[in-house]
């Protein structure tokens, strides 16, 4: 059962909080995009804003040589109990393409019970449930249960390229003893579910030229090779007649599901109408052989192409035999592949795949590895109960698909990493018409609050205060 | 031999020319830009000049709803010699990349013996030396042996979309018994050559849509389709392990070679290493199995994916599951295959080959039936023996890989088609770098004034004049 105090508390205080959302989520902080660099400035002082009038101390941007990170702290609960760090992000996504959202992505709106905008839940709206936690709890018993830092960074949908550098600057800063990132999501509303495990990513990027110059389709069509049609091969050659990724030696390290874990997983609802609905409406689903949907974005390593590109894309026609293509590829990795042994897969793949003579250049770049919290470590129990308390029912312990800095937190600051995150699967994030629902909001203010004071109760002390 | 008279008027003229060549040259007629529509009409004006300076008459502009063609006449050989309608064009093709030029694609210079510019080859040079080949013979004889018609299109580059409309237009202006098309190419300056057939063209722009929105590749990779992948799937579906195309159909019409081009076919020489390298150095030569290279791209119906495009094309990497992507194909056609059966086969293929549910979008355009001159035709002969007095030796006949209006012509006007055409494999024509050799510019020229004094002792008449 959640906080009454702090229901109270929170039921005053709807109109405020909504109104720092919108005007939070109204700045542009695109942080891929150097045109919007003041933006990501002036949200990532808004941010120290919030902190500041939540009650928070030592409130300060961290420099990067990319976009700043804003930090705010209160140290008072003493040295036995635990210190909590609580980590998301201010930065967004591009919103292209502008076309495709149905209101502006800067001009945030509520229907249907649904925050949105560019930003909504990915990840403003889940920094400021967190940082409106503490204020709730400062407000109501003038005190928090454990001593708080917030690590709000400012680099997230850019690759994080400073992050870890960030980390070990600042490692006394930010020292802790439980990491709670919050920035990820839940099955559905009425079945709570907390990540404990994030797949790592690593990108690359394979350019062929098979000429000097782009040709004269009717002079040279029939003879020369043509690079956009060498680079739809070696797209379709990525993946094997049984979906499988034909990197060598990719699933080597992929490591079993424990017993717990698999029986999580077997108890998850999953219908396939619905998600693919979600989907935003896919005629079919795919992928690997022998894998459930739900072990395919978790459990499974992934490699999809995010990008390709060869010849003539204008208007028209132009009559070439194109010389050049290129295509980016994210892959995702699972416990315990190593982004730097996949690295060397990357490579022998396109040695063995790209015919001799083509001239290859291959980037591979932002390599997370896959991240994996011990489901027996009494913060795990924590936040088990914090979930159950606000949802009324224990979470499932579910694989987030996706990736972030959380693997660098937790080998950086040494400490477990928590995953309490309140998005659904049709919040269309990184796409156009970002949502937030807004119960999952508050019950998200609720978590995080519920979630100090079973975490002050855990014993584990003594990192950050 | 050629005319003695005419060669000594021309070395008294080549500043002359060479300077209104780089007048012209420096006009950037791009007719498909619309940036570029005044300098379209500019060029046209420009030619109309040329053709007034000449000694034609009746010289005008010929609008359309794109970019007006230029016209003129000299009908005073009388009604028993033939009436001779030369085509060419004065539009060119865009200069992108426009940063592999090695010299401004719009400042004409002579560079080791060739004249480098957007336009050189393709086709200004190729008209220019048929209008002083008229001027020379006005200006050293006082009269033409034949009655001569010129047009000039101003959309060739931009696929000739109103051009049979121009025909049917001006029927009676443009009547001719015989049309000389100033645009194709030669194997060698020392292998004169001249084209009897060009391939026609069908090109096609095929777009997939495999969600309603680009999705975030960690939540939904690994089960959602993904079209990015899907068209590099559809790209590498288009030709099988044979590199056949596999249109439904596709070579059911592709006639025989006759015996006496079979011949000239195996006469030509041919080296490896130097078509490699007049294709820009490509590493390697592909193409339909139990073809060789020069009949792949002459006597061979052929696929090309002329662009590719899907998903994040940007700057670093974007984490989607691309929802929309496709490509562009242009198809060459040879006799006697039918752009209506061949687009039928297209749409079958499309659908046989698409995943059912996937949204398709299909655009197919631009098509050109194959052209072919009866090789037996007397005006046939009036061109071997121009081409030989100038090269010093009869041309081998060949078929050009690539597509124009020529078709058109040789239909509407209800007349055979020759190509004299100096241009060389490697011209670099569509591509950065562009270049006319001088010394087949010149030939050109005296080839040109050759052939209307054998076209005069044809005795076809009765046209045009």
Known sequence: MADLALSGWLDAQRDRITASLFDWLRIPSVSADPDHAGDVRASAEFCAG?????GLEHVQLLETPGHPAVYGDW??????APTVLVYGHHDVQPVDPLDEWTSPPWTPVIVDGECRA??????????LYQIEAARGLLETTGTLPVNLKLLIEGEEEHGS???EDLLHQHLDLLAADVVVVS?????AEDVPSATVSMRGVLGFELKVRTASIDLHSGSWGGT????????????AALHDEHHRVTIPGFYDRVAPLSPEEQAS?????WDEDAYRAQAGGVPYLEGEEGYRPIERTGVRPTAEIVGISGGYTGPGIKTIVPATAGMKIALRLVPDQQPDEIETGVRRWVDETVPEGVEVSLEIGGGVAPARTPIDHPAVGALRDAIAAVWGAPPLWTREGGSGPEEALGRVIDAPVLFLGVGLPGDRIHAPNERMVLTQFWRGLLAAAELHLRLAKTGAAGAGA
């Open 50 to 54: 919030l902190l500041r009038d939540a």
């Open 75 to 80: 140290l008072h609960a003493g040295p036995d």
């Open 118 to 127: 560019r930003g909504a839940i990915d990840d403003k709206g889940q920094v």
């Open 161 to 163: 390229v400073y992050f």
């Open 183 to 187: 920035d990820t999501g839940m099955l």
């Open 224 to 235: 020369v090779p043509n690079a956009a049609r060498l680079i739809g091969e070696l797209a």
């Open 265 to 269: 997983l077997d108890a998850q609802p």
